[in-house]
């Protein structure tokens, strides 16, 4: 019962995200001198990020494919929570695009902290669902059986998911606060 809840609720999450960045967006291209919502200070800016080249890696708006791709673990926890069964070969392609979501967000994230200079609140809330979410789908999945047999594995990976997704937390935290040390004192 976790497991669909979790989806379900961090999907929306990401998706509010997403939906919100996406605006922001529209907002900027009708009128490229505005600021936006999130342009909090010189190192908290969405208008910065998503002005950047990696902000449309595959030549549109990345909070577009945010928009698609996380009603994916909604409709899976919605079909779960109404007595779905899925096969394999769908667990092992929905931990696919979790993994692939996880490894777009670490992309995401360098790129931000280290070549732009700048994060980017809404992107960091979808970073926030997409952790959990990628943690709680491999532990499941491998714990299902569907990775080969792995059940301890699996068992770990799923019962822990909430310690690697804060050990996540934590280290893009602390990588944060290193690299945009001399700006926290503008925040005050």
Same mark, same amino acid.
């Given at each position: @019962?976790?497991?669909?809840?979790?989806?379900?609720?961090?999907?929306?999450?990401?998706?509010?995200? #997403? +939906? $919100?960045?996406?605006?922001?967006?529209?907002?900027?291209?009708?009128?490229?001198?505005? %600021?936006?919502?999130?342009? &909090?200070?010189?190192?908290?800016?969405?208008? #910065?990020?998503?002005?950047?080249?990696?902000?449309?890696?595959?030549?549109?708006?990345?909070?577009?494919?945010g928009l698609?791709?996380?009603?994916?673990?909604?409709?899976?926890?919605?079909? @779960?929570?109404?007595?779905?069964?899925?096969?394999? *070969? +769908?667990?092992?392609?929905?931990?696919?695009?979790?993994?692939?979501?996880?490894?777009?967000?670490?992309?995401?994230?360098?790129?931000?902290?280290?070549?732009?200079?700048?994060?980017? &609140?809404?992107?960091?809330?979808?970073?926030?669902?997409? &952790?959990? /979410?990628?943690?709680?789908?491999? $532990?499941?999945? /491998?714990?299902? $059986?569907?990775?080969?047999?792995?059940?301890?594995?699996?068992?770990?990976?799923? #019962?822990? %998911?909430?310690? /690697?997704?804060?050990m996540t937390?934590? &280290?893009?935290?602390?990588?944060?606060?290193?690299?945009? *040390?001399?700006?926290?004192?503008?925040?005050?």
């Amino acid at each position: @019962m976790l497991f669909p809840i979790a989806l379900i609720s961090l999907g929306v999450m990401g998706w509010i995200a #997403s +939906f $919100g960045l996406t605006l922001e967006r529209l907002h900027v291209a009708a009128n490229p001198l505005a %600021s936006t919502s999130c342009d &909090i200070s010189p190192f908290l800016s969405c208008k #910065s990020v998503m002005l950047s080249e990696q902000a449309a890696l595959l030549g549109f708006p990345n909070p577009l494919i945010g928009l698609a791709a996380f009603f994916a673990p909604v409709v899976v926890g919605m079909a @779960m929570l109404a007595g779905a069964k899925f096969a394999p *070969w +769908f667990w092992r392609l929905f931990l696919a695009g979790h993994a692939g979501a996880f490894v777009f967000v670490i992309w995401l994230f360098t790129q931000s902290a280290y070549v732009i200079g700048s994060l980017c &609140i809404y992107c960091m809330v979808a970073w926030t669902a997409t &952790i959990p /979410l990628f943690w709680m789908t491999l $532990g499941r999945t /491998l714990n299902d $059986g569907h990775l080969g047999n792995r059940p301890k594995l699996g068992e770990f990976v799923y #019962s822990w %998911s909430w310690v /690697l997704a804060l050990m996540t937390y934590l &280290i893009i935290a602390v990588l944060i606060l290193v690299q945009f *040390w001399e700006f926290w004192p503008t925040l005050f």
